[in-house]
């Protein structure tokens, strides 16, 4: 079987797995499974991270041990007509070209590529590499959270490739780290009035995407633009919130969000004339970005009960206050994002409105500054703001051993040097090397375009380039 179609039909069967954050438990059993049928011992650690350790070819014992590591989990989204269930169904892979996609899913090459690769590379006899430690952890997309708690006792190798990257030809040195800050704002209920009448607005059409690898392409935000949908009817009517939900995941820029509210009887009219001028805005400023942005409102059922007028005003002005967005480009590389802020989920509870965002930086005090805006925002607010997963960033070593040898085993397969980068993106390597005593780390990976969406898809002629780079890397002492 050629690499590609080895790996694929990995790929095919880790798809067949529901495998979403704290869903990992099928997924990591399977490889349990598979370890075993392959004659390789695997461990797993409290916070479920699993390792397998395949024994070295044919005279390479003594070669010092090479971690490959990935994440089991992924990230579940689907447009709104999907009726996929993802802890259930397995997910269909589409082919189109050279491209790989899902329907009306997401794809999870982000990171099942990586899962495939390990597995093609463990059962490839013909490959020479010395011992090999696979590294699969757990919930790595809420906050990397399976690396955090991860025990280091688990791993031997102090060479580390994650292939978590989605470029092929990019090698990966530092990324900005980070976490997530969940808000909620108390609120309380009350019946519906006789001269209340019900609607809902539905935003959607948006393309989303990752909040690290997206975040500079300045997509739309469907719980920012609700926000400023309902701050501009708050203006003139006392409208009170009766349902608000928006995007499922803190690090997936949100596509879709829904508000049903009730409007005094007699603020009808303006309440129809503010919705009609903001979105006249909205879609002049969207129009090439978001063409297929979608702002509707509509009378509705009556809804049983909704929260006050002022905790209603309190939400608005806290959605539409909190940053969202890149906020600082970098200063030392041209181009390059250096903080950012994304509101992922909203959610209106029975208990309280939810908020869940998600804050990324190469710098250090920036992250600290930005959880401090939020957590002061927050309690402006009358709102509590708790702290989930913040790390630091993985700072680049420009003289890594392993550097030199991916970058000269790249030149000489491609006859050109490969793009060495710091990425936004959130990954794994600093927090791993941090917990295991300190790691020469690279990240690198095939073609993934759209993570974290529906439109995720996998460039299939990568999966070779990335095969042909890892086989020359390991095959060297």
């Given at each position: 079987m050629q690499p590609t179609e080895h790996i694929l039909h990995n790929f095919q069967l880790v798809s067949s797995i529901p495998r979403g954050t704290?869903?990992?438990?099928?997924?990591?059993?399977?490889l349990e499974g598979w370890a075993a049928a392959n004659r390789c011992a695997s461990r797993v650690d409290a916070a479920g991270n699993l390792v397998v350790r395949?024994?070295?070819?044919?005279?390479?014992?003594?070669?010092?041990?090479?971690?490959?590591?990935?994440h089991l989990d992924m990230v579940w989204q689907k447009t709104p007509e999907s009726t996929h269930d993802f802890t259930r169904d397995p997910i269909r892979l589409i082919r189109d070209g050279d491209w790989i996609h899902a329907d009306s899913?997401?794809?999870g090459a982000d990171n099942g590529a990586a899962l495939a690769l390990m597995m093609a590379l463990a059962e490839d006899e013909h490959i020479s590499h010395p011992a090999l430690e696979l590294l699969f952890t757990v919930e790595e997309e809420v906050g990397l959270t399976g690396a955090r708690?991860?025990?280091?006792?688990?791993?031997?190798?102090?060479?580390?490739?994650?292939?978590?990257?989605?470029?092929?030809g990019v090698l990966i040195v530092g990324c900005a780290g980070g976490g997530g800050v969940t808000i909620t704002l108390?609120?309380?209920?009350?019946a519906q009035t006789k001269n209340e009448v019900c609607f809902e607005i539905l935003v959607?059409?948006?393309?989303g995407g990752h909040s690290g690898v997206d975040i500079h392409k300045q997509r739309a935000n469907s719980n920012k633009l609700m926000a400023r949908v309902l701050d501009a009817l708050q203006r003139d009517a006392p409208i009170r919130l009766a349902a608000l939900k928006g995007g499922t995941a803190r690090n997936a820029i949100p596509r879709e969000a829904q508000a049903v509210f009730f409007c005094p009887r007699e603020k009808i009219a303006r309440c129809r004339a503010a919705f009609a001028e903001i979105v006249d805005v909205i879609r002049g400023e969207r129009q090439y970005a978001e063409p297929a942005l979608t702002v509707t409102m509509s009378e509705k059922k009556d809804s049983a009960q909704a929260i006050g007028a002022v905790e209603t005003q309190a939400a608005i002005r806290l959605l539409t206050a909190l940053p969202c967005g890149v906020l600082k480009m970098s200063e030392d590389a041209s181009?390059?994002?250096e903080t950012s802020s994304n509101i992922g989920v909203v959610e209106l509870k029975e208990d309280g409105l939810l908020i869940a965002s998600n804050h990324r930086s190469c710098v250090s005090a920036r992250i600290e500054e930005e959880v401090r805006r939020v957590e002061s925002l927050a309690g402006l607010a009358g709102?509590?703001?708790?702290?989930?997963?913040?790390?630091?960033?993985?700072?680049?070593?420009?003289?890594?051993?392993?550097?030199?040898?991916?970058a000269a085993a790249y030149r000489s397969l491609n006859g050109k040097a490969p793009k060495v980068e710091i990425i936004h993106a959130g990954l794994e390597c600093g927090v791993i090397s941090e917990r295991c005593g300190g790691l020469d780390c690279i990240s690198l990976g095939p073609t993934i375009e759209n993570p974290h969406s529906p439109d995720e898809r996998l460039y299939v002629p990568s999966l070779a380039e990335t095969w042909n780079l890892l086989e020359a890397v390991l095959q060297q002492p």
């Open positions: 704290k869903y990992e438990a099928g997924i990591r059993q399977w395949v024994p070295a070819s044919a005279g390479r014992a003594s070669d010092a041990t090479v971690i490959l590591q990935g899913v997401t794809l708690q991860l025990d280091p006792t688990m791993i031997s190798g102090k060479t580390l490739i994650n292939l978590d990257s989605e470029e092929e108390p609120v309380a209920w009350s959607g059409g948006l393309k181009g390059i994002v709102a509590t703001a708790e702290r989930t997963g913040l790390g630091a960033p993985w700072q680049p070593n420009m003289d890594s051993p392993l550097l030199k040898k991916c």
